[in-house]
């Protein structure tokens, strides 16, 4: 595997990352709120604050890990940071000409 697969392969386990680390900790901490409401009979309070709580960390996860997905790219050199292979750009595009009317 050479370098630039290798390095677009580990930014989409960071992307992946992302998303799984919000929903773990919204979802988590709400059931966490909902079973201790049960429990406590403190019937939406509980589940309110941890469910708030979930998301804080949800966000905190994500800004850490786009901070940490962000100093990978730094270290690499700017002629050599990811560039989606096989996709021209708009200006490269080659286009059949418009059909008249």
Sequence with gaps: MDKETKRAAIQMAYASSIGISMVIAIFGCLFLGVWLDRKLGT???LT???LL??????????VLLIKRSGTDLK???KNKQPVT?????EANRKRP?????
């Design 43 to 45: 019937d939406p309070y």
């Design 48 to 50: 309110l604050l941890f």
């Design 53 to 62: 709580m979930g998301i804080v960390a949800g966000f905190r996860n994500m």
């Design 75 to 77: 270290s690499v050199p």
């Design 85 to 89: 292979k096989g996709v021209p750009s």
């Design 97 to 101: 000409p418009p059909e008249k009317a």
